[in-house]
C-alpha cells in the first residue's frame, strides 16, 4: 500500500512514499536517542553550509530516436535491468508496457522462487508469474467506487455518512466525502496497527475500519495526507452500498470484464491461483517470507500478473475492445485533477492527485500513476493518458539498501519516459525576480514534518526523528535536508511564486502562506509537509531526550556499582547521618529515585523495540503497551522523590557534588516526562 513513498517512503506502509523515511524514523526512541544528541546539531550545520548538490544525471539520456516497439523496449530492458536486479539484491521482477491498444511487451528477469528455503530455482514467468502490487490496489478501488458514481448510487460531495453503517472520527464540522477519501484529504492520521500479517484467515473489512479508527486531525479537503483508512473506507462504501463484499464486486466488476483472469482479491488465494504466486523476499539471498494478508483489502491486498495489469492499464485508457470497466466521460473524470485552489490554495499550483491517481507528469508529458509496497513487493504503474501508454514494473524484493526497489523503479519509469517521451523544448525560466526569491525562501526556512503521521499515539514521537531542513541560500534558493522523497539533500529554485523546482531535475513543490508564514508545503499530490512545531525540533526533542537518557543511565550503572563498592569497602551510606529515622528516610527517597531512574531508561528502551517493530510492520501486543505505559510512569512518578532528594541533599549539606547529582537526576527524570507527554508515550490510546 503506497505510502506514496521514505518517507517517501513512512516503515514500510503500503507505498513507496511511505518508507523513503522509515529508515531515518527506525532510530525513533531511547537509549538510541543518546547518540543522536550529536547528530542533530550536525545535520542542521550541515543543512546551512553544504555544498551545492550536484544536480541529478539523466537516468537515461535519450541516445537519438527510439521508437515504442517490442524489439526496442526489450533491449531496452534487458540492458538495464538483470544487472541492476543482481547488483541491488533483487530476486526477480517484470515488466510490461502497452501502447496504442495492444500490449508492446512483457519482461521477467531472475527468480520468482530463489531454491533458498530448498528446492531448484524458478525463474519469473513473465506470463503466469503472479505478484503483489500492494498500493497500486488502490486505483482498483477507485475504479470501483467510480462506477458508482457512474450509476448514480453515490456521490462525490455528499457526506459519506450516507454510505456507512458505523460513525467515523470527527473532529470538524465539515462534511467528509469521496471526493475527500480519493485525494487523501479526509484529514485522517495513519494508521499501521494490522496493516500486513500473515496466516490463513481472511479480514473482515467492517471491524478493522469500525474498531480503533484514527483520529481526524486536519479539515477535510485542505491538507493532503496519504491514508491507507480512507482509501479502505472508499472499498467498504462499495462493499455496503452494492451489497456485495467488496472482493466478490471487484472479481464482477473490474477483473472479469476486463480480462484479468490470473487477478484477485482473495486472501489467502484460491487454489487455481496459489502455485503461480512468486515468493517474497527481503533480498535475494535472504529465505523468502510468508504470503502477506492486508489487514484492509481495498488498500493493497490485489494479487496480479503482468499480463493482467497490462489488460488493466489499457482498460483505464479506454482503448476499444479491452473491457469496458467505465465510461469514456467517467474515466476523464477519474484523471481529472480532482481538487482546486479553492481547497488547496496555492497546493492546487503543484501536483495534484485525481479521483484515485498521483500526478507524475515528466518531460512535459501528463503522466498518471500510482506506487505500491507490501514488506517484500514493490511496484508501480504508470499510464499515460494522451499517448495512449503504460506502463507496470514490480519487483519480489526490498533489496539490499532501503531505497534499492524505489531507485531501480525510478530508473525504469523515468528512463522508459526520457527514452521514449523525451522534452520537446526546453523548460521556461522561472519569472520570480530575485529580490522575490530571497523573501519567499526567508520564510520558507525552518524544520517542517509529514502531515502523514500518527499524532494522538506513542508513534508521534518519530516526528523528533524524521524532520525535513528547509534552509534558505543567499541566491534565494532552498536547500531541502532531505529532499522530497529521497534520503539526499536537494536545491530548488523558485519558478512562480510559492512554486519550486528542483534544480537539475522535475520534482516541483507549491507553498501555501497566510499572514506572511507558511502552513504548508505539498511535495506530491497526497504528501504534504508542515512546519514543525518547535518544541518538537530535532534541536529540541533530542538533546533533552538523548541528555536525559544518558544521566540516567549513569544513574541506573552507578546504583548496582556503588553498592559493591561501599560492600567491598564496608562503607555505610549515606555517609554522616546520625540519627536512625532521617537515615531511614533519606535511603527510601534515593532508593525510590533510583528505581524511578532504571524505570524510565527501561521504558525508552521498550519504546525504542516497539517502534522498531512497529514500522517493520509486525503486530505489538496491546498488554505490551501496556506494561511499557506503566514503567514509563514509575519514571514520572519518580520526580517526587527525585525532588525531595534534592531538598535533602542541600538542607543537610551533602556537599556540591551530591547537590549537583541530586539535580541532574531531578532534570533528567523531568526531560523524560516532557518527552513522554510530549510525544503522547503516556496517551489513553495505544492503537497504531
Known amino acids: 500500500m503506497r505510502s506514496d513513498g521514505a518517507t517517501h517512503r513512512p516503515g514500510r506502509a503500503h507505498g513507496s512514499h511511505g518508507r523513503r523515511r522509515g529508515a531515518a524514523a527506525l532510530a525513533a526512541l531511547g537509549i538510541l536517542a543518546v547518540s543522536l544528541v550529536a547528530a542533530a546539531p550536525a545535520s542542521a550545520a550541515t543543512a546551512a553550509t553544504a555544498v551545492e548538490p550536484t544536480p541529478p544525471p539523466p537516468i537515461s539520456a535519450p541516445a537519438g530516436e527510439h521508437t515504442l516497439e517490442r524489439a526496442d523496449v526489450d533491449a531496452w530492458l534487458d540492458g538495464l535491468l538483470p544487472n541492476a536486479l543482481e547488483s541491488a539484491g533483487i ?28 528446492g531448484e530455482p524458478v525463474p519469473v514467468d513473465p506470463e503466469s508469474t503472479l505478484f503483489r502490487p500492494g498500493s497500486v490496489s488502490k486505483l482498483f478501488t477507485a475504479t470501483a467506487v467510480m462506477q458508482l458514481v457512474e450509476s448514480g448510487d453515490v456521490d462525490l460531495d455528499t457526506d459519506i455518512a450516507e454510505y456507512l453503517d458505523f460513525d467515523v472520527p470527527r473532529r470538524f464540522d465539515q462534511p467528509i466525502t469521496l471526493r475527500h477519501l480519493l485525494t487523501h484529504t479526509a484529514g485522517f492520521e495513519e494508521r499501521l496497527g ?35 483508512y480512507g482509501n479502505s473506507l472508499v472499498g467498504y462504501i462499495v462493499e455496503h452500498v452494492s ?48 504470503f502477506e494478508i492486508v489487514g484492509t483489502p481495498p488498500a493493497g491486498a490485489l494479487t496480479a500478473s503482468a499480463p493482467d495489469m497490462a489488460r488493466f492499464m489499457l482498460a483505464q485508457l479506454g482503448e476499444p475492445g479491452t473491457g469496458s470497466i467505465l465510461e469514456p466521460g467517467t474515466l476523464d473524470l477519474m484523471h481529472d485533477p480532482a481538487l482546486d485552489e479553492g481547497a488547496l490554495g496555492n497546493l492546487a499550483a503543484g501536483p495534484r492527485m485525481t479521483l484515485g491517481f498521483f500526478d507524475e507528469s515528466r518531460n512535459g508529458h501528463r503522466i498518471l500513476g500510482h506506487g505500491g509496497d507490501t514488506n ?15 506502463i507496470f514494473v514490480s ?59 500518527m499524532q494522538s499515539t506513542f508513534l508521534a514521537s518519530m516526528d523528533a526523528f524524521s524532520t525535513t531542513q528547509i534552509t534558505a541560500r543567499e541566491d534565494g534558493r532552498l536547500l531541502i535536508t532531505p529532499g522530497p522523497l529521497s534520503d539526499s539533500p536537494a536545491l530548488y529554485e523558485e519558478i512562480e511564486p510559492w512554486v519550486w523546482r528542483e ?20 511535495i506530491e499530490g497526497a504528501f504534504t509537509m508542515l512546519p514543525a512545531q518547535p518544541e518538537r525540533a530535532p534541536g529540541v526533542a533530542l538533546p533533552v531526550l538523548g541528555v536525559s537518557a544518558l544521566i540516567l543511565i549513569v544513574t541506573a550503572v552507578a546504583w548496582p556499582v556503588g553498592a559493591i563498592v561501599r560492600r567491598v569497602r564496608r562503607r555505610s551510606f549515606p555517609e554522616g547521618t546520625v540519627h536512625l529515622r532521617p537515615e ?38 496491546v498488554a505490551s503497551l501496556r506494561q511499557l505505559q506503566v514503567v514509563q510512569a514509575i519514571g514520572v512518578l519518580g520526580l517526587v522523590p527525585a525532588a525531595l532528594q534534592v531538598v535533602s541533599a542541600v538542607r543537610n549539606r551533602h556537599g556540591w557534588a551530591r547537590v549537583l547529582g541530586s539535580v541532574l537526576v531531578l532534570l533528567a527524570l523531568a526531560g523524560a516526562a516532557w518527552f513522554a507527554f510530549e510525544f503522547r508515550l503516556l496517551a489513553p490510546s495505544v492503537s497504531y
Request: aromatic content about 6%.
Open 91 to 118: 530476486a526477480g521482477g517484470v515488466v510490461t508496457v502497452v501502447d496504442d491498444g495492444k500490449v508492446v511487451t512483457t519482461r521477467g528477469y531472475g527468480n520468482a522462487d530463489t531454491g533458498t528455503a530448498g
Open 395 to 453: 519487483f519480489n524484493s526490498t533489496g539490499s539498501s532501503g531505497l534499492a526497489t524505489l531507485e531501480l523503479r525510478d530508473a525504469v519509469l523515468h528512463g522508459f519516459t526520457d527514452r521514449y517521451f523525451p522534452e520537446e523544448s526546453a523548460t521556461a525560466p522561472g519569472t520570480v525576480d530575485d529580490a522575490t526569491a530571497q523573501d519567499h525562501a526567508a520564510v520558507a526556512e525552518g524544520s517542517y514534518v509529514s502531515a502523514r503521521g
Open 194 to 228: 494490522g496493516l500486513i500479517g500473515s496466516g490463513d484467515e481472511s479480514p473482515v473489512l467492517r471491524d478493522e475500519l469500525a474498531e480503533e479508527p484514527p483520529e481526524q486531525v486536519y479539515e477535510p479537503g485542505t491538507v493532503p495526507a496519504y491514508s491507507n
Open 584 to 621: 531511614r528516610t533519606g535511603r527510601g527517597v534515593r532508593i525510590l529515585t533510583k528505581v524511578a531512574a532504571v524505570s524510565t531508561v527501561l521504558a525508552l528502551a521498550g519504546w525504542t523495540i516497539t517502534v522498531l517493530t512497529v514500522m517493520s510492520l509486525q503486530d505489538v501486543p
Open 376 to 390: 517484500y513487493f514493490h511496484s508501480h504503474l504508470q499510464i499515460y493518458p494522451e499517448e495512449r501508454t503504460g
Open 503 to 522: 534544480v537539475g531535475g522535475q520534482r516541483v513543490i507549491a507553498a501555501r502562506v497566510a499572514d506572511g508564514a507558511v502552513e504548508a508545503i505539498g
Open 243 to 290: 451489497g456485495v463484499p467488496f472482493e466478490e464486486y471487484v472479481q464482477r466488476n473490474i477483473l472479469t470484464p476486463a480480462g484479468m483472469t490470473s487477478s484477485t482479491f482473495e486472501q489467502p488465494l484460491p487454489g487455481a491461483l496459489h502455485d503461480r504466486m512468486s515468493q517474497g523476499y527481503p533480498t535475494s539471498a535472504d529465505a523468502p517470507g510468508p
